[in-house]
C-alpha cells in the first residue's frame, strides 16, 4: 500500500511569485485535504477535495487555490506570495469524505519565503 | 468555529513513568477526536483515535478518554519509553466542512532515561 507523497520536499520563493504544490493520494483514497503548518503550532486546515471539486475550505484567502485530479491526486496553488506564507504545508488523504475517516498524512512541503 | 486547546505545552518524565495530555474542545458537535505524534521533522502520524459514542479506548501503551458532557479528551501514555519523544496534537472534527480537523497546539514530550 503506497502512503500519501508529495513534492517538491523544499521550495524557496520571494515575495510576489507563485508555487504550486503536489500530493499523491494514498492508493484507494478519494479525499485529500491541505493543512498549514507554522513552526512550532499545530496545522491548520486550508481546503479539502473529494471528487475533484473543493469539499470545504478554512480561513484563507482565495489566493490559495486548489485542483483535484481523476486519479484523486491534488495540486495546491499559492499566489502572491507573503512572508507569512512560509511553513511546512501537508497534504493528507482519506479513505472517504466522511467525519469519522482518518486522514493520513504525508511529509510535507517546506515553503520558505524570502 | 470549533477551537482546541491542549496542555501542557511541554512535558517531561522519566522513562517508564507515565504522560497525560489534556485537550478541551468548544463545538459540542465535534464526533472525531485523533491523536498524532509527529517526530522532527517528519509528517504527522495517527497513533489513536476515538469517536463520540465511546468514551474510552486502548491500543497497548496508549489510550484515550472522551468527556463529551464537559467537552474534553485526554491521550495517555503508560510505561514511556525514549522513543516516545516527540510532539503530539490532538485534533477535533464536527464532519462539517468535509472532514476539517481542528488541531491543538501541540505538546512537547520529552522522556528522559
Known amino acids: 500500500e503506497t502512503g500519501v507523497t508529495q513534492s517538491p520536499t523544499h521550495l524557496i520563493k520571494t515575495r510576489g511569485q507563485q508555487v504550486t504544490l503536489r500530493c499523491s493520494s494514498q492508493s484507494g483514497h478519494n479525499t485529500v485535504s491541505w493543512y498549514q503548518q507554522a513552526l512550532g503550532q499545530g496545522p491548520q486546515f486550508i481546503f479539502q477535495y473529494y471528487r475533484e471539486e473543493e469539499n470545504g475550505r478554512g480561513n484563507f484567502p482565495p489566493r490559495f487555490s486548489g485542483l483535484q485530479f481523476p486519479n484523486y491526486s491534488s495540486e495546491l496553488n499559492v499566489n502572491a506570495l507573503e512572508l507569512d506564507d512560509s511553513a511546512l504545508y501537508l497534504c493528507?488523504?482519506?479513505?472517504?469524505?466522511?467525519?469519522?475517516?482518518?486522514?493520513?498524512f504525508g511529509d510535507g512541503t517546506r515553503l520558505s519565503i524570502l | 468555529g470549533e477551537n482546541v486547546e491542549q496542555h501542557p505545552s511541554t512535558l517531561s518524565v522519566q522513562e517508564g513513568d507515565s504522560a497525560v495530555i489534556k485537550c478541551t474542545y468548544s463545538d459540542s458537535a465535534s464526533n472525531y477526536f485523533p491523536w498524532y505524534k509527529q517526530e522532527l521533522g517528519k509528517r504527522p502520524q495517527l497513533i489513536i483515535d476515538?469517536?463520540?459514542?465511546?468514551g474510552e479506548k486502548k491500543d497497548q501503551r496508549i489510550a484515550v478518554t472522551l468527556n463529551k458532557t464537559a467537552k474534553h479528551f485526554s491521550l495517555h501514555i503508560t510505561e514511556t519509553q525514549p522513543e516516545d519523544s516527540a510532539v503530539y496534537f490532538c485534533a477535533a472534527s464536527t464532519g462539517a466542512a468535509g472532514n476539517k480537523l481542528t488541531f491543538g497546539g501541540g505538546t512537547r514530550v520529552l522522556v528522559k532515561p
Open positions: 493528507a488523504s482519506s479513505l472517504d469524505q466522511g467525519a469519522l475517516q482518518p486522514q493520513h
Open positions: 476515538i469517536r463520540s459514542n465511546v
